[in-house]
């Protein structure tokens, strides 16, 4: 069973998705770790109650990204971590790490990249008056949302949606599509699939 940790800086919605589709099977995964950037972040104690290992730390502690990314890589390696799942973590992902996991490194967008990537993705498709936005799941590298798209899966705008009707869709896919995603790569055979 691949081992993954979870990278997570908010109240941890779609971090309670997954664990739960791992809860009830739907998922056949193990969720070694979360990490978080934020130690007061409600996903912190998500995890405590599901009794999964955390490790949290403040950026801004550390000398550069590379530092506080090697010791991020010796927690991963400890806990024999086979791929990461971003989930809300509000930092791009560094070379460090990228190298350590190339092409397993994952990140949910809640837009139709290449459409609408970075911050506020969802407020922007709204203001854009856009009649479909969407989530897509791809592989992270180097850029912000620029990486190789694994799924997508679009959502429908109608005129009388307020932002909030569109970000609670947009949501509600996410926490549905993004296990079913993971558990179609967990359940490749061979690792140069998974790439």
């Given at each position: 069973?691949?081992?993954?940790?979870?990278?997570?800086?908010?109240?941890?919605?779609?971090?309670?998705?997954?664990?739960?589709?791992?809860?009830?099977?739907?998922?056949?995964?193990?969720?070694?770790?979360?990490?978080?950037?934020?130690?007061?972040?409600?996903?912190?104690?998500?995890?405590?109650?599901?009794?999964?290992?955390?490790?949290?730390?403040?950026?801004?502690?550390?000398?550069?990204?590379?530092?506080?990314?090697?010791?991020i890589?010796?927690?991963?390696q400890?806990?024999?971590?086979?791929?990461?799942?971003?989930?809300?973590?509000?930092?791009?992902?560094?070379?460090?790490?990228?190298?350590?996991?190339?092409?397993?490194?994952?990140?949910?967008?809640?837009?139709?990249?290449?459409?609408?990537?970075?911050?506020?993705?969802?407020?922007?498709?709204?203001?854009?008056?856009?009649?479909?936005?969407?989530?897509?799941?791809?592989?992270?590298?180097?850029?912000?949302?620029?990486?190789?798209?694994?799924?997508?899966?679009?959502?429908?705008?109608?005129?009388?949606?307020?932002?909030f009707?569109?970000?609670?869709?947009?949501?509600?896919?996410?926490?549905?599509?993004?296990?079913?995603?993971?558990q179609?790569?967990?359940?490749?055979?061979?690792?140069?699939?998974?790439?």
């Amino acid at each position: 069973m691949k081992r993954m940790a979870i990278f997570a800086s908010g109240t941890g919605s779609n971090f309670q998705a997954i664990v739960d589709a791992v809860q009830k099977g739907s998922l056949q995964a193990t969720i070694a770790l979360l990490i978080c950037d934020k130690p007061e972040a409600p996903v912190v104690e998500k995890a405590k109650r599901a009794n999964i290992p955390v490790f949290t730390f403040k950026p801004k502690e550390f000398a550069s990204k590379a530092v506080f990314e090697s010791l991020i890589c010796k927690q991963l390696q400890d806990a024999k971590v086979d791929f990461i799942v971003l989930a809300g973590y509000m930092r791009l992902i560094g070379p460090t790490l990228l190298q350590a996991y190339p092409n397993k490194i994952i990140n949910l967008h809640p837009s139709l990249l290449p459409a609408f990537p970075g911050k506020e993705a969802i407020k922007q498709a709204f203001q854009a008056g856009v009649k479909i936005t969407g989530i897509t799941i791809h592989y992270v590298d180097e850029g912000m949302d620029t990486g190789p798209i694994i799924a997508q899966e679009a959502v429908a705008i109608h005129d009388d949606d307020t932002l909030f009707d569109v970000e609670r869709k947009i949501h509600q896919v996410e926490h549905i599509f993004y296990p079913q995603t993971l558990q179609k790569l967990c359940l490749t055979e061979y690792e140069e699939e998974f790439t």
